[in-house]
């Protein structure tokens, strides 16, 4: 049987559907309200986490242009150019038709990403590390040999990838080399990625490197990221001794001077070679060693071999003894 609604029966669904809704609006004390969560959004990078990913690229191009410089025996510039986040079919539109393109697995998010060298590139690294002097050659797709050794200079690029990312327990492993069709299927069109473009420069001759990684992974890593770079930076062990051991290689001037004294202005003027001027110092009054300039305690001129030394008082050092028993030796 229809059952037709009058206008008071439609006021009065109205008015139950907004008591509904004004009670579940109410907050409870000490609990924040749900927020909502848009799904669009997923996967977006946010300013801070840009800003940190930039600061992790600028190290990765410094060092990758000091490490591929040094083994190419070449000058060579890498530059950080721009990190943008795009739909992975944009990527894709931005690849020419001659590149060398491979993927790299993101451990342990068990990822896939992509890293795209120019061969523009190529030509001048090959004639390089063949002997010769660097030179640009025709753009065309690379032999068996060729690849061969441009796969041993991604290899590189690659372990420099690891030493930036590391702080953050990211690891990139190098897979293989991808066609254009094969690089098409390792994410789908629409997913968002990050897109990472460095300039590289060399004799003659200029390239980009690209890094492509799936931006809905990489999270967890850069909520990370943030919280390394907001914690104080400490040096590891390695980097402390290295510094240490540096450091010990360093040399300064150091002299051994006496106290302020008076002297009568008749005996320093009647000075000649084979005087000897009397000192009104007691016989065991330490002198004072000054390193670089600046005083360093209360020594004792001693000789150490051929050298003149210095022995330094051990109380002011907290030796529990007269005199250490290490000298210093001076010129």
Not at 285 to 297: I, K, M, N, S, T
């Amino acid at each position: 049987m229809e059952k037709n609604l009058g206008q008071d029966d439609i006021d009065a669904l109205f008015a139950a559907a907004g008591a509904s809704a004004a009670l579940n609006a109410k907050t409870v004390p000490g609990v924040n309200p749900p927020e909502r969560y848009s799904f669009s959004r997923a996967g977006q990078i946010s300013n801070d986490q840009m800003r940190a990913i930039s600061t992790v690229n600028d190290l990765f191009a410094r060092n990758l242009m000091h490490t591929l410089g040094a083994w190419l025996r070449t000058p060579l510039k890498v530059k950080l150019v721009s990190g943008e986040q795009l739909p992975f079919s944009e990527f894709l539109e931005r690849l020419s038709p001659l590149t060398y393109i491979c993927s790299v697995r993101l451990e342990p998010l068990g990822a896939v990403g992509l890293l795209e060298l120019d061969l523009a590139l190529a030509s001048p690294i090959v004639d390089v590390l063949l002997g010769g002097t660097g030179r640009a050659g025709q753009l065309r797709e690379l032999t068996d040999i060729e690849e061969a050794i441009l796969t041993a200079v991604v290899q590189v690029v690659v372990q420099e990838l690891n030493l930036a990312w590391q702080p953050v327990g990211l690891e990139f492993a190098l897979e293989k080399r991808e066609t254009e069709a094969q690089a098409a299927r390792t994410l789908t069109l629409g997913e968002k990625t990050l897109c990472v473009s460095f300039e590289v420069r060399m004799p003659g001759v200029q390239g980009v490197l690209n890094l492509c990684l799936p931006a809905v992974v990489l999270n967890a890593i850069l909520r990370r990221l943030i919280a390394e770079g907001d914690r104080p930076r400490r040096r590891s062990r390695d980097a402390a001794a290295r510094m240490r051991e540096l450091m010990g290689e360093a040399k300064v001037g150091a002299v051994l001077q006496f106290p302020p004294m008076r002297l009568r202005a008749a005996e320093l003027a009647g000075l000649e070679p084979g005087t000897i001027l009397r000192l009104p110092l007691p016989r065991h009054e330490p002198a004072e060693l000054r390193v670089g300039g600046l005083p360093l305690g209360r020594a004792y001129p001693v000789r150490a071999g051929e050298h003149r030394g210095a022995q330094l008082e051990g109380e002011r050092y907290g030796l529990g003894v007269e005199t250490a028993a290490e000298s210093v030796s001076v010129n």
